[in-house]
């Protein structure tokens, strides 16, 4: 990827409306959770988020989201907004045994890709995060360091919040889109699972036993058995790789052909602003090292793994 340009030349805010957020809560809350989730809610709190999944007793990924302990009797997940009331109604059926409540919550998503300007950074927080998944305060809600180079940052706000510091930061910093974001996901291999991929994919498949969203130490979880077997006894031959093309990026959910086999799903896609587009996608092994190293997507574009 060393010969890719840069997803901004300088920072950027951009409107996340494509991310939503569940609110479970109750004095349970934390403890329900972790009977569900692949993460260990032991290493969240109010000052750092954690990444993680929820699956399905066969181990499919449902919904992927970051996570944080808001309070003791609270905790909420951001994940794609076209999941949310799916994953609502099917979690809520666990929490009612629980005593735990799960809601929409009414909050915003603000992204801010690059390095901030001092003036942004000084308007935003009195000290910034300085470790990925680390959060600081802000009026209305929270600042989220969302990776370790300090290039993606998350505002999390209530909805009146979000309307003062769009206008606020539009001052401070020029506008970008969700492609722009997407873009930089892909070339940072954070696969997000949503409406499209969802129930398709194992943990592994997308990478998430490495990138610290599965504990296999926390004890059992909906799906835990199937995902520590595959962990422990290996069978996973798919993978998450990362693809680049000539052509309109390929639709999440789609699938990929190598000659005459098929070869994968795609992940997450994003125009990469010279006319081509990036991909994420899980992959058969075998073919992913083939000598080849191309695949067709569904229109017939080629995509090929980046040299």
């Known amino acids: 990827m060393t010969n890719l340009a840069p997803v901004s030349a300088t920072a950027c805010l951009i409107s996340l409306e494509s991310y939503g957020f569940l609110s479970v809560e109750g004095a349970r809350a934390a403890e329900f959770l972790q009977g569900q989730l692949t993460c260990d809610l032991r290493q969240a709190s109010a000052e750092h988020a954690i990444g993680g999944a929820w699956c399905t007793p066969k181990g499919r990924v449902v919904c992927s989201f970051l996570l944080w302990q808001a309070s003791a009797e609270q905790v909420l997940l951001r994940l794609r907004a076209d999941l949310l009331q799916s994953t609502l109604v099917q979690l809520s ?10 809601v929409e919550a009414p909050m915003r998503c603000l992204g801010i890709l690059g390095e901030p300007s001092t003036a942004a950074r000084a308007a935003l927080a009195q000290t910034w995060p300085a470790e990925a ?3 600081r305060p802000v009026e209305g809600g929270v600042l989220l360091r969302a990776d370790a180079a300090g290039q993606r940052h998350e505002l999390w706000l209530d909805p009146q919040a979000a309307v003062h510091w769009a206008g606020r930061l539009a001052e401070l910093l ?3 889109s969700e492609s722009d974001w997407r873009l930089a996901l892909v070339r940072a291999n954070a696969a997000e699972i949503q409406a499209a991929t969802r129930e398709l994919f194992l943990p592994q498949m997308l990478r998430y036993d490495t990138n610290g969203s599965v504990s ?9 058995e199937i995902v520590a077997r595959t962990h ?3 069978g996973v031959k798919r993978h998450l790789q990362h693809l680049t093309g000539a052509a309109s990026p390929p639709p999440p959910g789609s699938s990929l052909i190598a000659g005459t086999q098929p070869a994968g799903t795609v992940v997450e896609s994003a125009p990469d602003g010279r006319g081509g587009c990036e991909v994420l996608a899980v992959l058969a092994d075998e073919l992913a090292t083939g000598p080849s190293g191309a695949f067709l997507s569904e229109a017939g574009d080629t995509l090929r793994l980046p040299a």
């Open 174 to 176: 020029p506008g970008g």
């Open 133 to 135: 998944d680390h959060l």
């Open 216 to 224: 296999f130490r926390k004890g059992c979880y909906t799906g835990q």
């Open 93 to 102: 059926r666990y929490g009612a045994l629980s005593r735990v409540r799960i």
């Open 232 to 234: 422990y006894k290996g």
